[in-house]
């Protein structure tokens, strides 16, 4: 965890979320919840599109209203569990 944070910008966060849209862990627990839904967001329909693909680059307004360029790549554990890493 330390080397990944030396490895991006001070104000970089880290997401992991499920295919629902729900959060289930963040880097900065003080601005999104763990359990938050993002699903009705526009990162979150760009990250739909991550699947097939190994990384997706986009620009969207976070959620703090800044606009920021994300990364997303999904994990697939089995057929049914999908989890998708954002930075």
Known sequence: ???LK????????ISILDR???????SNPATIAIGQSVQDTPLFRDLLKAQGYSII???????DG?????AISQLT????????IVV
């Not at 030396?6 to 966060?13: E, F, N, S, V, Y």
């Not at 629902?20 to 963040?26: K, Y």
């Not at 680059?57 to 959620?63: I, N, P, Q």
């Open 6 to 13: 030396q490895q991006l910008p001070p104000d970089a966060t």
């Open 66 to 70: 800044v606009p920021k360029l994300f």
């Open 57 to 63: 680059a986009t620009e969207h307004v976070g959620l």
């Open 20 to 26: 629902q849209g729900n959060v289930l862990a963040h």
């Open 77 to 84: 554990l089995n057929q049914s569990t999908d989890l998708y």
């Open 1 to 3: 965890n330390q080397t």
